[in-house]
Structure formats: structure tokens, C-alpha cells
């Protein structure tokens, strides 16, 4: 399985326990994503994504209390929170987090497209997986919620600051869905860019 730059920056920050743990999660999830196309989600049981991971039951729940977080889970929400923190401060908030999205599609599309376009399609046509995914989305909001926050030194309750961090998820997602509509053939960098600039532009109809 191939990482991205961040995310080799994520494992390099962890102890050896700590990215023996990361290992053995990402190669479940793979495993579990394999049999999910090769015989559909509703198929597929947790003993048969533990044997072909080579892991018992139990040690599947000890990384995803159910199968359904095989395909919710990833690292994007702590390595988006990083790559903010690491720019500079008198970067306007829009154009930090359209940096930043552009710099995670940039790498998921090109180390991890398949997976990417898998799990989206698996998110959208599963019921279980699409209510679960709302939830999912609050805590990425949340987590950019407060790393902006604390940039630009605004309570997390400030609703004007709210307000432009569900847009800017809003956007993301519908440029993540229109591109996976096409098949991954569609740029989607330049559908971010689109949809943050319509932002920007106060979103003219």
C-alpha cells in the first residue's frame, strides 16, 4: 500500500509501537476494501476480512468497533489540522484551507486514487455507511473548526466562523462526489478551486 507524503510525516511522528498499530490498522482496512469489491460490503463478514488480514476477531475490534468503520476511518482529519497549523499565520483563513485541500486531493489522487474512489462509491451506495457518514463529516468539521479557531484567536461558538467552515466542507464534498460521478476523470483540484472561488465570490447564481 503506498502513503503520501503527509501522511509518511504522521508515522514519523509516532513511536515504533505507535506505527506498528498504524500498520496493522491500514492493512485490515485494505483487506477489508478488496473483499468489499470483490464480493460486496453486505457479503463480506468481519471473520473473513480478520483471515485474510491474518488477525483474529477480536483483534479486528481492537481497531474498528464495527465493520462499517473499515471504511470511515482514515488520518485525513489529523493531518489536515497539522498542514493549517503549519502555515503562515497572515495567510487569509479561505486561502489556507483551499491550500490545504488542494495539497491533500493532490497526494490521495496520486498515491491512493483507487482506494479514494472506492470508498466513496462504497459511502454512497451503502445506507449504514451513508447515515454513519454524516457523523464522520461533523468531526472533520469540528476538528477544522478549532484549529481555525485558534489561528485566528475566535471562540469555536463564533457563528460567522461556523458558517465558513461548513461551506468550505460543503465544497469540498461536492467536488470530492462530482469526481467521483466521473469516474476519477474529472480534475478535481480544478473543481476545488472552482467552488472555493465561488465562495469567495459570494456565491453568484
Known amino acids: 500500500m503506498s ?9 514519523q511522528r509516532l513511536g515504533l509501537r505507535e506505527r506498528k498499530k498504524l500498520k496493522t490498522r491500514r492493512s485490515i482496512q485494505e483487506h477489508a476494501l478488496r473483499l468489499f469489491q470483490e464480493q460486496g460490503y453486505d457479503a463480506t463478514t468481519v471473520e473473513q476480512i480478520a483471515e485474510a488480514a491474518e488477525v483474529s476477531p477480536s483483534t479486528f475490534f481492537r481497531y474498528f468497533p464495527t465493520k462499517e468503520d ?3 476511518t482514515d488520518e485525513y482529519d489529523e493531518l489536515i489540522v497539522d498542514a493549517i497549523r503549519a502555515l503562515p499565520p497572515e495567510l487569509p483563513p479561505v486561502e489556507a484551507l483551499r491550500n490545504v485541500m488542494r495539497a491533500m486531493v493532490d497526494e490521495m489522487v496520486a498515491t491512493d486514487r483507487q482506494r479514494m474512489l472506492g470508498r466513496t462509491r462504497l ?3 451503502v445506507p ?5 457518514q454524516w457523523d464522520q ?6 476538528a477544522i473548526l478549532e484549529v481555525l479557531a485558534e489561528r485566528l484567536g475566535r471562540p469555536t461558538s463564533d457563528f460567522e466562523l461556523q ?18 460521478e466521473a ?10 478551486d472552482r467552488g472555493v472561488d465561488f465562495l469567495i465570490a459570494g456565491c453568484p447564481l
Open 163 to 180: 458558517a465558513f467552515v461548513a461551506a468550505v466542507i460543503a465544497v469540498w464534498e461536492t467536488a470530492i462526489l462530482g469526481w467521483v
Open 137 to 142: 463529516t461533523k468531526v472533520s468539521q469540528h
Open 183 to 192: 469516474d476519477g476523470k474529472t480534475d478535481i483540484v480544478e473543481l476545488l
Open 70 to 72: 473499515t471504511v470511515l
Open 128 to 132: 449504514a455507511l451513508r447515515s454513519r
Open 123 to 125: 459511502m454512497l451506495s
Open 3 to 11: 502513503t503520501s507524503p503527509l501522511e509518511r510525516s504522521l508515522e
